[in-house]
């Protein structure tokens, strides 16, 4: 996939003369700021959920699962601009329930347990998202992230890691850039200090291939549990990525396969692919 080097260049430009609190709010993803999963090519999951709108470029494998459903309610019950399912290629949804309306691109043979409730069947006409697009934008908006000085430090300390943000002013609109790596994934504790509630969380994360700890990613004090609408975690160059906790917070894993076996995420997914049985909880992400 090919990176649009002018934006990234406009992208240094405006970090050269803006400060950091002006910054947040430079996050757009686009068409995936509706979904609860968003992802480009193919997934497969059992016995779980996405909690609101899922959107999947290829094929989609599910069973005893429900989509737009919390609370056995359904979520979002406008479903007519951004569909509660869109699959770009063929679905295979054995059991279940959806509710609202349902695009799908490819095959599809409806089963007795496979239920959509509160909307329309479309199997004709254009994909109304484009993933291939959306995709290079989203790979474009990692890797200008990612180019963003940090201006928080993360400190490990007995196992924990310590991320301590620039610093709590009362305003509740800075942004705080923590620059960790694929080993920083593998502690027993996460622990945030020095933001205001309404900050903004981007956590850069560098390595190719990453696999999380089953460590506290909400933090045993709930510091990342409380900020996990304002937290992103950015896998800017991950092409694997094993998640084997709960995790508070969107990740922006572009070009990541993800296999995420067991456990929730309280936030956005976007990804190459995924396979897993873990929860996908709608948490939008704040500043996007």
Do not use: C
Request: hydrophobic share 40%; no cysteine.
């Amino acid at each position: 996939m090919k990176f649009n080097h002018s934006l990234v260049v406009t992208t240094l430009l405006l970090l050269s003369s803006t400060s950091y609190s002006a910054l947040a709010g430079l996050v757009n993803l686009g068409a995936a700021t509706n979904y609860n999963a968003f992802i480009h090519h193919d997934f497969l999951a059992t016995s779980s959920d996405v909690e609101g709108r899922m959107a999947v470029g290829g094929n989609l494998t599910i069973s005893n699962y429900s989509v737009n459903i919390k609370g056995n309610t359904q979520l979002y019950t406008d479903t007519t601009n951004s569909p509660a399912l869109v699959v770009g290629g063929d679905l295979d949804f054995s059991s279940g329930q959806i509710a609202g309306n349902v695009f799908v691109g490819g095959g599809y043979t409806p089963t007795p347990t496979g239920t959509i409730t509160n909307g329309t069947l479309l199997t004709s006409g254009p994909v109304p998202i484009n993933f291939d697009a959306e995709f290079e934008k989203l790979t474009n908006l990692a890797l200008n992230l990612s180019l963003i000085d940090a201006n928080s430090t993360a400190n490990i300390l007995y196992s924990a890691q310590h991320l301590a943000g620039s610093g709590s002013n009362g305003l509740g609109n800075d942004l705080h850039v923590f620059s960790l790596d694929a080993a920083d994934m593998q502690l027993t504790d996460y622990l945030l200090s020095g933001v205001d509630s309404g900050d903004t969380v981007l956590l850069n994360i560098a390595g190719k291939d990453i696999t999380t700890s089953w460590g506290n990613f909400g933090g045993s004090d709930l510091s990342l549990e409380k900020m996990s609408s304002n937290i992103l975690f950015n896998f800017f160059e991950a092409e694997t990525l094993n998640i084997n906790a709960a995790i508070f917070g969107s990740i922006l894993a572009p070009s990541a396969k993800i296999k995420a076996p067991t456990g929730v995420i309280w936030g956005q997914v976007i990804a190459e692919s995924w396979e897993g049985n873990t929860q996908i909880n709608d948490n939008p992400f704040l500043d996007a």
